[in-house]
């Protein structure tokens, strides 16, 4: 993204945050263009460029019609296309028309990631379409949309105090779940133990809002090459956690680095060969 778009993006974000008819405007549920927060998204993220949807030929999206929990609301987003060297999906945009902050996160993928699958949390401020539209290296766009029932999800309360999340806080899980084969996707999990505050959440005994501090950047690889990296705002629940794909060529390192809004960075290894 050039830095003429970065610009126009955060300005239509702090319009968002500011401005309730567009955050908080309602959504017809039958017709995902009609949302004015998204006509404008599109318009600077994209331009006049096409966009094929639906696109279940090339991904889909996972999401509760009605959350149990707004504040934690479980996303997937399956992908159907080889990841290629000649074809592959570069990006994948998660975005929520209705959250004060739309663009919950972009997640870039290399060819090595084997498939550009991702499962997350996300908080939801109100009933909303729900986004991922895909980017391939070659220039479509492919996107798939669900409409979610949910209000209410990035002024939550935390799940615990302030004292006990940074007592915690940058501690990491990091995992591969089920047996290595070389050269076939294999699905790793990382959790990441951060409040990610939103800056909407007011604490009932001192009555001011708690300053928005989350997980902000997010860089995967496996062996020294990139395979997963993404730019997550606080749409992400608290304590992120997410679910992707890398291709294990041998014995190597999957490495996770993090960085929050605070610029503090924590890392986690976890070592990976045949039998992992």
Same mark, same amino acid.
């Given at each position: 993204?050039?830095?003429?778009? !970065?610009?126009?993006?955060?300005?239509?974000?702090?319009?968002?945050?500011?401005?309730?008819?567009? $955050?908080?405007?309602?959504?017809?549920?039958?017709?995902?263009? $009609?949302? /004015?927060?998204?006509?404008?998204?599109? !318009?600077?993220? @994209?331009?006049?460029? $096409?966009?094929?949807?639906?696109?279940?030929? +090339?991904?889909?999206? =996972?999401?509760?019609?009605?959350?149990?929990?707004?504040? &934690?609301?479980?996303?997937?987003?399956?992908?159907?296309?080889?990841?290629?060297?000649?074809?592959? &999906?570069?990006?994948?945009?998660?975005?929520?028309?209705?959250?004060?902050?739309?663009?919950?996160?972009? *997640?870039?993928?290399?060819?090595?990631? #084997?498939?550009?699958?991702? =499962?997350?949390?996300?908080?939801?401020?109100?009933?909303?379409?729900?986004?991922?539209?895909?980017?391939?290296?070659?220039?479509?766009?492919?996107?798939?949309?669900?409409? +979610?029932?949910?209000?209410?999800?990035?002024?939550?309360?935390?799940?615990?105090?302030?004292? /006990?999340?940074?007592?915690?806080?940058?501690?990491?899980? @990091?995992?591969?779940?089920?047996? +290595?084969?070389?050269?076939?996707?294999?699905?790793?999990?990382?959790?990441? %133990?951060?409040?990610?505050?939103?800056?909407?959440?007011?604490?009932?005994?001192?009555?001011?809002?708690?300053?928005?501090?989350? +997980?902000?950047?997010?860089?995967? %690889?496996?062996? #020294?090459?990139?395979?997963? !990296?993404?730019?997550?705002? @606080?749409?992400?629940?608290?304590?992120?956690? *997410?679910? @992707?794909? *890398?291709?294990?060529?041998?014995? #190597?390192?999957?490495?996770?680095?993090?960085?929050?809004?605070?610029?503090?960075?924590?890392?986690?290894?976890?070592?990976?060969?045949?039998?992992?």
């Amino acid at each position: 993204m050039n830095t003429l778009k !970065s610009l126009l993006l955060a300005a239509l974000v702090t319009v968002s945050l500011t401005g309730p008819a567009l $955050a908080q405007q309602k959504s017809d549920p039958d017709n995902p263009e $009609a949302n /004015a927060t998204w006509q404008q998204m599109r !318009s600077v993220m @994209f331009q006049d460029r $096409a966009i094929t949807t639906p696109a279940d030929a +090339v991904l889909t999206l =996972e999401a509760p019609e009605r959350a149990q929990d707004a504040a &934690i609301v479980p996303i997937s987003i399956r992908t159907h296309v080889e990841q290629r060297p000649d074809r592959y &999906i570069e990006r994948v945009y998660l975005m929520i028309d209705n959250n004060p902050s739309p663009m919950g996160a972009t *997640f870039h993928f290399a060819p090595t990631s #084997g498939r550009a699958d991702i =499962e997350t949390r996300v908080r939801i401020d109100a009933y909303t379409h729900v986004r991922a539209i895909a980017e391939m290296n070659t220039g479509e766009l492919y996107m798939a949309t669900r409409f +979610v029932k949910a209000s209410g999800g990035c002024s939550a309360p935390p799940g615990k105090d302030m004292s /006990a999340a940074m007592a915690s806080l940058g501690k990491m899980r @990091f995992r591969v779940e089920g047996e +290595v084969e070389p050269g076939k996707p294999a699905l790793a999990q990382l959790m990441i %133990s951060h409040p990610n505050n939103s800056g909407l959440v007011m604490d009932q005994l001192t009555r001011m809002y708690t300053p928005a501090y989350f +997980v902000r950047r997010i860089q995967v %690889s496996y062996a #020294g090459e990139p395979v997963l !990296s993404a730019d997550v705002d @606080f749409s992400i629940s608290e304590n992120p956690n *997410f679910r @992707f794909y *890398f291709v294990p060529t041998g014995e #190597g390192e999957l490495k996770a680095e993090v960085i929050d809004t605070n610029d503090l960075r924590f890392e986690t290894v976890v070592k990976v060969g045949a039998g992992t």
